[in-house]
């Protein structure tokens, strides 16, 4: 049960929203909502974390997923959206700070 619990730790803080959109730079989570064919056109840096898992979670399935694997994966989304809300409350200043001085990160160009 522990290897479990750490191994889906490792596995949301792998795909964490916040982590994708705060800590690494604006072109890198742009192109990974692209491949993902996400309809999001801009991410606000508020809350930039769950507007990702969210547009993660609503961008088309890919060819070959099956749904029921599909349905396993939302629930790890839906996990990983509550960590980066806690995420996205704790960096709060930062992220304001960010949207005023940059602007909300854009996906489609």
Known sequence: MK??????TALLLAGC???QTVVRSDE??????KEQKSYCGAVPRIYSGVT????????????GIDEQKHDNG????LIDALISGVLDTALLPYTVYRQHADGSIIVTE
């Open 3 to 8: 290897t479990q619990a750490m191994a889906l």
């Open 17 to 19: 929203g916040t982590l």
């Open 28 to 33: 890198v989570a742009a192109k990974s909502l």
């Open 52 to 63: 990702y898992d969210f547009c993660t979670l609503y961008a088309p399935l890919r060819e």
């Open 74 to 77: 939302t629930i790890i989304v």
